[in-house]
């Protein structure tokens, strides 16, 4: 199921916070502007650019937002996505997931929803903006920021780069 160009994505648990979409990714967060314009500048002319093109030092400024997806295909198709980095202020919140599938290290509900952006980006080869309130370990009273975008080359995805800020409400 994919999100409309804009507003809701689907739901996947009527218990869950509402997520927003923003195509046009206009963001209010600094790091994530941040993300979105590094991710820009790399890219260049291209629809995304490649996984060897991300460079941890170039991004001192957010590095501790980011998070590294890799797309990892499996038995009959299956796609499956793995965190290779995962920055110290998403740790803080969902512990460590550095190096591990988010199906096996998220509870289910918190999993479908991350998975349904990473197949969006994957599928459509395109960034996103998302947005909406923390749905994990009764942290609701925390909001989010995401910047996601494809990483890849002729046209095939094979990560994501994520920069993800969280701050309580007010």
């Not at 804009?6 to 739901?11: A, F, I, Q, T, Y």
């Not at 993300?35 to 260049?44: E, I, P, Q, S, T």
């Not at 740790?91 to 997931?97: C, D, K, M, N």
């Not at 509900?109 to 996103?128: Q, S, Y």
Request: hydrophobic share 45%; glycine share 8%; aromatic share 8%.
């Amino acid at each position: 199921m994919c999100p409309p160009d804009d507003g809701l994505l689907p739901s996947v648990s009527d218990d869950l916070p509402p997520v927003f979409v923003d195509r046009s990714l206009a963001m209010t967060r600094t790091a994530t502007i941040k993300g979105r314009d590094y991710w820009n500048k790399l890219r260049g002319v291209r629809p995304m650019p490649m996984r060897a093109d991300v460079v941890p030092r170039d991004m001192r400024e957010f590095l501790s937002h980011v998070g590294l997806v890799e797309i990892v295909s499996g038995a009959n198709a299956a796609v499956d996505y793995t965190m290779r980095v995962a920055g110290g202020k998403i740790e803080e919140i969902f512990g460590s997931l550095t190096g591990q599938p988010i199906a096996k290290t998220l509870p289910q509900d918190t999993a479908a929803r991350w998975r349904l952006v990473f197949e969006e980006i994957r599928k459509g080869g395109v960034p996103l903006a998302v947005s909406g309130r923390v749905a994990y370990a009764n942290l609701r009273h925390l909001k989010y920021e995401l910047f996601a975008a494809p990483l890849g080359e002729d046209g095939t995805v094979s990560a994501i780069l994520g920069v993800l800020d969280i701050w309580p409400v007010t």
